[in-house]
């Protein structure tokens, strides 16, 4: 009788200790499920052999990597990917998401990482673009159903081009490639991607000051995650991490004042819904 009960109180203390000892399991344990455009060349796109690469697909990884955890990019068009992190699907969002009113009612966001400026792409030897009265005479791709083709339909008639849509910004840069079109405008990170791949017949032309930012998204309730993922975010743009996938995706460096190497106080983007204006001084490794 005395050997049960001496080895079923060994057998109570080991338990004890496995509880209070063992790694905590849990949330910690599973990936972090980050959704982004697999279709938005250089932020994400596909790849040889499977998967998707780029700028946005780098900066999620590298999140997770410095969080200690897994990280399971999932890819699908950029029209899915709000509701389905508020539905849950999603820990959070590498695509990237421009920071606007009424989006900041339904999302938090982190401080920016990178402007959202327009840019236009002429061909290497042709005139510079330095005011918009340059245009005049001119032709303007630009990806059918963008905000690019929005400006260009609103300026247009003022400033005396012509638009020429087309189904991918892709198709645009060959245009202006074919000679077709006189410049391409797009977004400046695929202005500078467009370059990269056409060294000695595209070179970067005018650019256009948005004022608006990329931020990371979160569901509205997620303020701890919110938290954490834009500490890491600013130990990245401390370091240079930010910049040199932006050098490495885009073939530019970024600005001296880009979000890509600025970091913001408070949590958020100032001005919009979930701004936090908590002073924080980020904890990097």
Known sequence: MKKIVFGFCWGVIGLAFLLVFSPPGGAQDKPLVIGVD????????????????????????????????????????????????????????????????????????????????????????????????????????????????????????????????????????????????????AGHTVAAYAVKKNPGQLKLSYKIKSGAVWSIPFRKDDVQMRKVVEETLECMKMDGTVAKLAEKWFGVKPDKDSPAVTVYPGYGVEGFEGYDPTPHTPACK
């Open 38 to 185: 697999g279709t938005f060349a250089p932020h994400a796109m596909p790849k040889i052999g499977g998967g998707v690469e780029g700028f946005n697909v780098d900066l999620a990884l590298e999140i997770g990597r410095r969080m200690g955890r897994k990280v399971e990019i999932v890819s699908q068009q950029f029209s899915g990917l709000i509701p389905g992190l508020n539905a849950g699907k999603f820990d959070f969002l590498a695509a990237p998401t421009t920071v606007l009113k009424p989006r900041d009612k339904n999302l938090l966001f982190t401080e920016g990482y990178l402007e959202t400026d327009y840019q236009f792409v002429i061909p290497i030897k042709a005139a510079e673009i330095k005011q918009f009265e340059d245009l005049r005479g001119k032709v303007v791709a630009v990806n059918k159903g963008s905000n690019y083709e929005m400006w260009c339909q609103e300026n247009g008639p003022k400033y005396g081009f012509k638009t020429e849509s087309y189904g991918t910004n892709t198709d645009a840069v060959q245009a202006v490639l074919a000679g077709r079109s006189d410049t391409n405008l």
